[in-house]
């Protein structure tokens, strides 16, 4: 599967951001979808996870009740809302893609992952 992340930007805090991921080339529905993110001189971390067929999500604690991730299996496509924004969300912002079977738990582990978006800058300004 292909994943093509966009919806990044550059904000202000208390702002909102939507990033979409775009899924192409394979059965979309088969996969378990993350969301992860970079800030510089940081590694990779864990934002969000959804299962295959959107009923299950899992957060990291830092952007819970701020962050909703979300899927569109007729248009093969996952989504960040992002709320209320900080300046310590300030990241590359990464869609991930797993084959799962249906009831697999959600995975956190990055490595856990087989396939990963380009990446969309999202930028927090105080």
């Known amino acids: 599967v292909q994943l093509q992340a966009s919806g990044g930007g550059l904000v202000q805090a208390g702002d909102s951001l939507r990033l979409s991921c775009a899924a192409s080339?394979?059965?979309?529905?088969?996969?378990?979808m993350g969301w992860f993110r970079q800030a510089p001189g940081k590694e990779r971390e864990f934002v969000a996870a959804i299962s295959r067929t959107g009923g299950s999500t899992k957060y990291q604690d830092p952007v819970k009740g701020r962050f909703t991730i979300s899927r569109d299996n007729t248009n093969d496509a996952v989504y960040l809302q992002m709320n209320s924004l900080k300046p310590e969300d300030t990241a590359v912002y990464y869609c991930a893609a797993k084959a799962i079977a249906l009831y697999d738990p959600l995975f956190e582990d990055d490595t856990s992952y087989d396939y990963w978006g380009q990446g969309t800058q999202v930028t927090v300004s105080s």
């Open positions: 080339g394979s059965t979309f529905s088969r996969y378990g």
